[in-house]
């Protein structure tokens, strides 16, 4: 099932005996170090046994002596693509690259360029040149790599191939990207490349995040290396589209900062860091509320389809929200209802089909009809009630129906069974994808599998940081559902509630909680939504992003990337984040704030972050007034983006004490200020601005 390999050509070591401990401190073993790649050491006992151990699960003083051994023996250099800041290399691409293998090509160009001041030639192979002094770049499959033997049609999903050969280079992978999904292996065999061999890092969107060491000769190892994604769609929504300006303008966002040019570039910006960080889909999985438009269509025609409420009729609970009208589950002609158009396509030869059961927003008027209760079960011991927030459903914040259990994942569970067996009839590689969410979230505790083909969307994990009581419930609930044999992917409201536009940081229990879920079989993610407050939340972000692609990547290390972007400032980036998040992790067990709505917990802040708080947070900055001196510009760069994201968190929380976040003194200085550093990407200044409209602290 784990679907990675790795197989970069081992370091050998000759190694004296040391003793090896585990990161729990429970082990410990004499051994000498045979080999390592990047992901397992091998170890050989005193006795002569040999073990081979996870990276991930040695302790930290183990990986730094693993770190300074490589530091130490560097791999001999068997290719050189600059020299002395002149190229020795030409990229080549075939015949007729696609649209990604222009952006691989020009991207890597673009780096190289940046990091040596050599522009590497870029060529299609039917158009080449020979020059045996230049080595080759092989990007994207083309008649050259497969005379090396390199073929990525049969690869799975953006898998992707680096490989050194006398005097070559290639970065290729499966492009077989289409609509609604990336994969483009070769573009990521070239961030791989620059990521992983050259030392690129891309820690926020834009210049200033952008981090490409300098050198005047650039040479590779030999390298091997073929990676899969573990997790096939790398989700986040992204919230300074193009799509997204109409809303920014319809709310009057416009009145305070510009929606024009210095928008568009913050969304390229976005969409670029995207990219780099590989985010993106093996294939489109298509969710989403199922029924928002059903009340309108069928109410006439098949009105026993819809729920059936306490006062005997059929209906929406609300008459304001017909998109938020459940449906009766158990009643067969639903059934044949969402069927009919997959059967239709199934007979044109359309496989793989996904019939979307994930029942409407909202936590109330669900069916009340004998046969949906008769499917229930009854409620879980473990059921306990969320705070507003932590359950994702504050938009319907009306009282449950009494009469029925508080779980209804029973009910849920059968219907999304009748649905997968009757779609594999008539197309047997059919999924069905439904949510775990609301009052179906906790598994079902009377039905004894889900079929194969079920595909859980968890909306849970939501809002961090997160208590350990919750953190075990949503653990637990995860497993629940996994044991049952659905496939349960993570749709999580995590990031959408993850702070206001002040620091905010929750790196680890992110990070932890993603290798829970990688580990009991998650393969796809949609994370709702990234806020884009980078200097407030970067380090979280960056390492969600990041251990996406290497799931079992160390997340202190991680941070390390993060922090290394600072030169001489690093410690002083690490002890101001490191504080904040100790500061946020400290919310989770504070019920004056975890228990909170949304709107209050930001009427809460003036009270939260004090000015006793910043002061620390400032004492902390200030220690790299000194430093300052010896970082290079972009360092310093970085480094003021870090001010700027406190002194956004300062002003934030002297607007909100007066009330309202665009009028009065404080008000005018915060939206100047977003005018200011809109360009910077210290925040997003446009969703910040538009979130305080919806909850009504923006006048
Ligand atoms: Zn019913």
């Known amino acids: 099932m784990i679907a990675i390999s790795m197989l970069v050509a081992p370091t050998l070591f000759a190694a004296e ?14 051994a000498e170090l045979v080999e390592a790649d990047r992901k397992h050491v091998k170890l050989r006992r005193t006795d002569g046994t040999v073990i081979v151990v996870p990276i991930t699960k040695l302790s930290h003083a183990d990986g730094r002596y693993l770190s300074s051994l490589r530091e130490a023996k560097p791999a001999a250099p068997v290719l050189t693509l600059v020299e002395n800041g002149q190229p020795t290399s030409v990229i080549v691409t075939n015949g007729r690259p696609n649209e990604s293998q222009i952006t691989a090509a020009a991207e890597l160009q673009e780096h190289i360029r940046i990091m040596s001041g050599a522009t590497l030639p870029i060529a299609k192979e039917n158009e080449l040149e020979p020059d045996p002094a230049r080595a080759l770049i092989l990007v994207g499959e083309s008649n050259l790599s497969r005379t090396y033997g390199v073929v990525t049609k049969t690869l799975e999903p953006e898998t992707f191939v680096i490989k050194t050969l006398p005097n070559v280079l290639i970065l290729a992978g499966e492009d077989g990207g289409g609509k609604g999904n990336a994969r483009t292996g070769t573009l990521w065999a070239v961030y791989d490349l620059l990521q992983d061999q050259l030392g690129c890092r891309w820690i926020w ?8 060491p300098r050198r005047e000769c650039i040479q590779l190892p030999a390298l091997d290396i073929c990676e899969t994604p573990v997790v096939k769609i790398r989700h986040f929504r992204l919230l300074a589209q193009d799509k997204h300006r109409f809303g920014y303008e319809r709310e009057g966002i416009g009145r305070f900062l510009d929606l024009g040019e210095t928008y568009d570039q913050v969304a390229e910006d976005e969409r670029v860091w995207y990219r780099r960080m590989r985010l993106g889909k093996s294939f489109p999985l298509s969710a989403g509320h199922a029924f928002t438009d059903w009340w309108e269509k069928h109410k006439d025609s098949a009105p026993d389809i819809f729920a059936l409420q306490p006062d005997g009729k059929r209906r929406p609970r609300s008459g304001s929200h017909p998109d938020f009208v459940k449906m009766c589950v158990s009643n067969p002609k639903l059934w044949e209802l969402q069927l009919a158009p997959l059967q239709n396509r ?15 927003d909202g936590s109330g008027g669900f069916c009340t009809c004998q046969r949906c209760r008769l499917w229930d079960a009854a409620p879980p011991a473990n059921s306990m009630a969320r705070p507003p927030v932590e359950d994702g459903s504050e938009v319907d914040g009306a009282p449950r129906d009494s009469e029925l259990p508080e779980s209804l994942s029973d009910r849920y569970a059968r219907w999304y069974n009748e649905l997968a067996v009757r779609a594999r009839q008539f197309d047997p590689d059919v999924r069905v994808v439904a949510y775990a969410y609301s009052r179906y979230r906790a598994p079902p505790t009377g039905v004894e599998r889900l079929e194969p083909n079920v595909w859980i969307g968890y909306v849970g994990f939501n809002a961090y940081p997160r208590p350990d009581s919750y953190r075990q419930l949503s653990a637990d609930e995860w497993l629940g559902w996994s044991q049952l044999g659905a496939t349960v992917f993570l749709r999580s409201n995590s990031l959408f509630y993850c702070g206001e536009g002040a620091p905010y940081v929750v790196s680890h229990q992110m990070a932890e909680d993603l290798q829970f879920q990688v580990q009991n079989g998650m393969r796809a993610t949609d994370y709702d939504a990234l806020q884009g407050y980078w200097a407030a939340t970067g380090p979280t972000y960056y390492v ?10 160390d997340v202190d290390e991680v941070l390390n990337e993060f922090y290394e972007s600072f030169g001489p400032l690093q410690e002083v980036a690490k002890d101001f984040y490191d504080y904040w998040e100790a500061f946020t992790v400290d919310l989770g067990n504070n019920e004056a704030y975890f228990g909170q709505s949304r709107t209050d917990r930001l009427r809460a802040y003036p009270t939260i972050y004090n000015a006793a708080v910043f002061l620390k947070a400032e004492a902390i900055l200030s220690r790299g007034k ?23 968190g300062r002003l934030l929380a002297a607007a909100l004490e007066d009330g309202k976040t665009s009028s009065g003194a404080a008000g005018t200085q915060l939206m100047q200020f977003r005018r200011d550093i809109a360009p910077r990407n210290v925040i997003n200044v446009y969703w910040t601005t538009s979130k305080e409209k919806r909850y009504r602290v923006l006048e």
Not at 205 to 212: A, N
Not at 544 to 553: G, H, N, S, V, Y
């Open 17 to 30: 005996a040391r003793e090896w401990e585990d990161r729990t401190g429970s082990f410990r073993v004499a």
């Open 205 to 212: 969107p834009g210049e200033t995040g952008r981090r490409v």
């Open 346 to 360: 199934a007979q044109q030869g359309e496989r793989g089909l996904w019939v979307n059961a994930c029942e409407n």
């Open 544 to 553: 969600l992003a990041r251990m996406l692609w290497d799931t079992d990547a």
């Open 626 to 648: 000194h430093l300052v001196r010896d970082a290079s510009d972009e360092e310093r760069e970085r480094f003021r983006n870090i001010e700027l994201g406190l002194q956004h």
